[in-house]
């Protein structure tokens, strides 16, 4: 605590000093000659928390005797990203292949300028039909430069209680609640039905969860496709705030931070009834609610308002590379469906490949635990994506930084008018 | 150092030397003495220089551009970056913030802290075991404390609002209250730095000498008497130096208060940026934001007002600790 000053001013200081001493970084066009097939070539790959790539590496060494791949593993994706920025703006130290995820995507693309374009220096078999559309075309920037290949997805489906719908006496069969998750209308009416039949569970777990996933299926986000804040104006925000702090004031909302230690305890302590799934939740559950409560949990193919995606990620090739053939030949053969099913059997990271979702291996993928074919169901929701909302600069952070905020303030007694205000006054200051 | 006991003094005009004139060897260890203390403590200064010194002015500099973290080409700007400061509420509001959470935790622990060296120094049974004790906390690492304590103080399942309804009170929500909040933050701070300011002014008691209280109380001075005019007085320059440490350390409460949020990782201190510290939202400004010229002007107006706090401090505790008691000219 004492020293606190002095360290940031340090970092400060440094990271200032290395602006200062590399401030002519910038991106030429001039892209080194490919190394001849028997030079030998060192890659770098960076990644964080659990892509599935730990038996691939050596793989792909086999294959190519010439290359060796040096992976640099990052626990939490928070800081992770952090230092990708600051790297980007230093103009060195990023890896050759640098994996990007989606919320991070944005604030990338924005500074596309510092990427090598994939179309350009990719192998011909990293073709746009080789993912789902959705995710290839989010990776492009505004001039139509691809910085990224996508490795994989988080589509989204519900999950509930079987036993607490059946107390609350609600169908639980994954076939019979589908129509309660529609619409958005519907899910909240079926919350309120719930929460009086109940006599006052909560229905989700926390509001910012349901209403980041309102506003990805909207056709623009808080920042419209000129880049300029679109939050006041924007029929659609509004609309889900409204919705979604009607669904606050009912009693339907937990209250809970989403990943925050009282969440956690949350479902230990049967705290709310549905939750918002993306692929990768199922772990999340199994690991907090624990060994007692399987078979408690179900999850079914529906989503309120179609489909959508939380969560994923692309491997990039910055332009600091030495090597950006070499570098786009790993990426594109680390993303290609073959190798991303080993990833999805070795982590559960769902392929977002058109030929992975097809994949017995992939479809034959069950989990006891919610007692579903998870693979086949989370592929079909994958189908469901409509094209992907443009996100502009600064999207992630009025995410995180505005609307979340600004929604917890409404779950601690605000009024939903002030709380939007909060939101809008935020958001403001986010996109200066 | 070589001895010498032919030069005089510098400044005494009754040594006028009469001897013949100096040889090399006599130059030599008169340089000795001049030049040889600012060798000895020339390592702190180059180093302090380094770290402390040219960081802070360098952010000086910075505080003048308009510099996103990435931009080839920073924006000279003058003193926008503080002028824009001085009207942005939130700013303000993490002002109020951090004095109210360093008013919360410094004061209560400074008394505590008297108190209970005051409670060591008296004779105890296993004394080194207990002195030991009280310094446990602070050994702890800060992190854990604040993951640790951010649990106890959980709105819905943290062991506090368990006691309090156990005794039949209201729970409270640590993290939705500004008051609730800044309370919960200082009690994190207090039990890491109560004992080791304790054992501060433990040693500082310890050294005041037997005599005085003995003549005291030849003098028939009461137990309140004796603290007041013997041993509050011979403190001061121990206490001037606890207040000034615990000034600058609170004033830049971080750790705790980013782990007191709910939201892992944020820097908002709250859904309204309710505990929302000064140094949580400078690296909120810097590091999340990337805006690294209005990071630096809230760093430096930041130093000017630890600098000033301290200096009321400084004046403050001198008052309070002066007797006529002991007066030493």
């Keep these: ?432 | 150092m070589t001895v010498i006991d032919k030069i005089a003094p510098e400044g005494s005009k009754a040594g006028e030397r009469t001897s013949p004139r100096p040889t090399f060897r006599h130059k030599l260890s008169r340089w000795d003495v001049k030049v040889s203390p600012y060798l000895y403590i020339a390592p702190f200064f180059i180093v302090f220089g380094i770290v402390g010194l040219f960081p802070l002015l360098y952010t000086a500099y910075v505080s003048l551009f308009k510099w996103e973290a990435g931009d080839d080409n920073p924006v000279f700007i003058g003193f926008d970056n503080f002028k824009e400061l001085f009207a942005d509420s939130q700013f303000w509001n993490a002002l109020t913030n951090t004095i109210s959470i360093f008013l919360l935790s410094s004061i209560p622990q400074l008394i505590i802290a008297m108190l209970l060296a005051a409670l060591l120094g008296s004779r105890l049974r296993g004394a080194t075991g207990w002195r030991v004790g009280i310094l446990l906390p602070y050994a702890a690492s800060l992190v854990s404390i604040g993951i640790i304590f951010a649990n106890l103080f959980g709105p819905k399942y943290g062991l506090i609002n368990d006691v309090l309804q156990l005794i039949g009170l209201d729970p409270v929500d640590w993290q939705a209250s500004r008051f609730g909040s800044h309370v919960a933050i200082a009690i994190m701070v207090n039990w890491r730095w109560t004992g080791y300011n304790a054992l501060i002014v433990l040693a500082a008691m310890q050294a005041i000498p037997k005599e005085l209280h003995e003549a005291a109380l030849i003098d028939g001075a009461g137990m309140w008497r004796r603290f007041t005019a013997v041993t509050l007085p011979l403190l001061k320059p121990t206490l001037i130096f606890v207040t000034i440490t615990s000034t600058i350390g609170g004033l830049q409460i971080f750790t705790e208060p980013k782990l007191f949020d709910a939201m892992p990782g944020s820097n908002n201190g709250g859904s309204s940026n309710q505990f929302q510290t000064v140094t949580l939202y400078l690296y909120q400004s810097a590091f999340e934001n990337y805006n690294l010229g209005y990071a630096s002007a809230i760093a430096w107006v930041l130093f000017v007002i630890i600098v000033i706090i301290a200096l009321v401090n400084f004046l403050l505790t001198g008052r309070l600790a002066r007797t006529p008691a002991v007066k030493k000219k």
């Design chain 1, 1 to 432: 605590m004492r020293t606190i000053r002095n360290g940031l001013v340090l970092a400060l200081g440094i990271t200032m000093t290395a602006l200062g001493a590399t401030a002519c970084g910038g991106g030429g066009d001039a892209t080194p000659p490919a190394a001849g097939p028997n030079e030998h070539v060192d890659l770098t790959l960076a990644t964080f928390t659990e892509f599935g790539y730990e038996a691939l590496i050596p793989e792909y060494e086999r294959l190519h005797p010439n290359i060796k791949i040096t992976h640099r593993k990052t626990g939490q994706g928070g800081p992770y990203h952090q230092d990708l920025i600051t790297k980007l703006a230093a103009g060195s130290g990023l890896a050759d292949v640098t994996a990007v995820e989606e919320g991070h995507l944005s604030d990338v693309l924005d500074k596309g300028s510092k990427f090598n374009d994939l179309t350009k220096i990719g192998p011909a078999d990293a073709s746009p039909d080789r993912w789902l559309s959705w995710k290839y075309d989010a990776a492009k920037t505004k001039d139509g430069k691809l910085i990224g290949y996508g490795t994989d997805i988080g589509p989204l489906a519900m999950c509930y209680r079987k036993d607490m719908f059946q107390d609350a006496g609600l169908p639980t069969d994954p076939e019979q609640v589908k129509p309660l998750f529609a619409s958005w209308d519907s899910y909240f009416a079926a919350g309120a039905d719930y929460v009086s039949k109940s006599k006052g569970k909560a229905w989700f777990d926390s509001a910012a969860q349901n209403f980041n996933a309102m506003v990805n299926q909207l056709p623009t986000g808080y920042i419209g496709t000129d880049d300029k804040l679109a939050v006041e104006g924007n029929q659609g925000i509004k609309d889900a705030w409204t919705k979604v702090t009607d669904a606050v004031a009912k009693g339907e909302s937990a209250k809970l931070t989403a990943f925050s230690p009282e969440w956690e305890a949350g479902f230990k302590q049967n705290a709310f009834a549905t939750k918002v799934c993306p692929a990768w939740m199922l772990g999340v559950i199994k690991e907090q609610a624990g060994p007692e409560n399987a078979g408690k949990w179900a999850v079914t193919a529906a989503f309120p308002g179609g489909g959508g995606n939380w969560g994923g990620s692309y491997l990039t090739v910055p332009t600091q590379s030495k090597h950006p053939k070499e570098a786009a030949e790993l990426a594109a053969w680390l993303t290609a469906p073959e190798q991303q099913i080993k990833a999805f059997q070795a982590k559960g990271t769902f392929p977002s490949q058109v030929k992975a979702l097809t994949d017995p291996a992939l479809l034959s993928k069950t989990d006891d635990y919610f007692g579903a074919k998870v693979g086949e169901l989370f592929a079909e929701q994958a189908k469901k994506v409509q094209k992907p909302q443009y996100k502009g600069p600064g999207d992630g952070q009025i995410q995180e930084n505005a609307s979340s905020p600004a929604l917890k303030a409404v779950e601690q007694g605000k009024s939903a008018a002030d709380g939007w205000q909060q939101m809008v006054d935020s958001a403001k200051k986010i996109s200066r």
